[in-house]
């Protein structure tokens, strides 16, 4: 039997499952079945995007699985095209249209798209989004601090999340304390590294051994005891069943830091530095 998923809050009072669930490359009638199987074994949390094109099969998802809509967290994000004030409301209501939702839970500014330079605009109207009713919680992605500083310099509202890649040979020690200094709970996107190598490293091996658990269990439980929140992705269901146990062992400090020990410089699974790389 699973262990009962601790829950965080946000700044505004929002509560959020210390594990979410991505949804990144599900889309259509495949990816509304694996969500529904994950909303069934308990995850609550989806992570969506506007990009992902597919706002649609989460809405779809949410209808299909069963339980009241208050008990399902949303996210989507606004993509790097829309950050103009009446286009990124507009994207707003967008989604709500292509996911057949009255509100979206959490929606968060994709990418800060720096070269740009209309991140403060789009801030600006996702404060207006919030105060409309289009979604209960705003945040970001890819922020680093000195665009976070921005953020609550000009407009006076900080961020409730920020979502950013993290996971071992990336371990964003300083984002997270700068978040957590700021009161903004850090969600980790990749938070498997995409399954790359990382679930073979010798160290983590070793500990999920010692712990009877998976590679990835392991990982994912050292995401939540560093207090970031983990949203990884499993078309897989014994997968997705493994990605939500993890709160039936901890990991000693000791683990924690030999984890902690595989992060460097250049550990960026597509090297998308934030104040470089652009997405639109
Ligand atoms: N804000 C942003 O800029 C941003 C960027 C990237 C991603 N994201 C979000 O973050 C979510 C997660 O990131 P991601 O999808 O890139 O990668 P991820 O969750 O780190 O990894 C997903 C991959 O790991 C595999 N996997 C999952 N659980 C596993 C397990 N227990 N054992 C072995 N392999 C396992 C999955 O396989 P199967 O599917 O075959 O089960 C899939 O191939 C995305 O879906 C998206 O919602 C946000």
Redesign the pocket.
């Known amino acids: 039997m699973l262990n009962a998923v601790p829950q965080l809050t946000l700044n505004d009072g929002l509560r959020l499952p210390a594990v979410g669930f991505?949804?990144?490359?599900?889309n259509g009638t495949e990816g509304v079945n694996a969500m529904k199987k994950a909303v069934a074994i308990g995850y609550r949390l989806l992570?969506?995007?506007f990009n992902?094109e597919n706002e649609g099969a989460v809405g779809e998802a949410v209808k299909q699985c069963g339980l009241p809509r208050e008990e399902l967290l949303v996210t989507s994000?606004l993509p790097g095209r829309h950050h103009r004030y009446a286009e990124a409301l507009a994207t707003v209501e967008e989604s709500l249209y292509r996911a057949g939702l009255d509100y979206c839970d959490l929606y968060?500014i994709?990418?800060p798209n720096p070269k740009e330079d209309l991140y403060v605009e789009a801030w600006q109207a996702m404060i207006e989004a919030k105060k409309r009713g289009y979604v209960r919680s705003i945040g970001v992605?890819?922020f680093l601090p000195h665009h976070l500083e921005r953020l609550i310099l000009e407009t006076g509202v900080t961020p409730s999340v920020n979502?950013v890649?993290l996971?071992p040979y990336f371990s964003q020690t300083e984002q997270l304390a700068w978040d957590n200094a700021h009161g903004i709970v850090t969600e980790s996107?990749?938070?498997?590294?995409?399954?790359n190598r990382v679930?073979e490293e010798p160290i983590i091996r070793a500990i999920a051994e010692k712990h009877g658990k998976?590679?990835?269990?392991v990982i994912l439980r050292w995401h939540t005891q560093l207090g970031a929140l983990p949203?990884?992705?499993?078309?897989?269901p014994?997968?997705?069943q493994?990605?939500l146990d993890l709160f039936g062992f901890s990991l000693t400090q000791e683990e924690m830091k030999q984890i902690d020990s595989l992060t460097r410089p250049d550990g960026r699974?597509k090297n998308q530095d934030p104040d470089v790389y652009e997405?639109f």
């Open positions: 991505g949804t990144y490359k599900l992570d969506s995007a992902y994000k968060l994709h990418w992605c890819n979502q890649e996971y996107w990749s938070p498997l590294g995409r399954g679930l998976s590679p990835s269990q949203i990884p992705k499993a078309v897989s014994a997968h997705q493994e990605n699974t997405e």
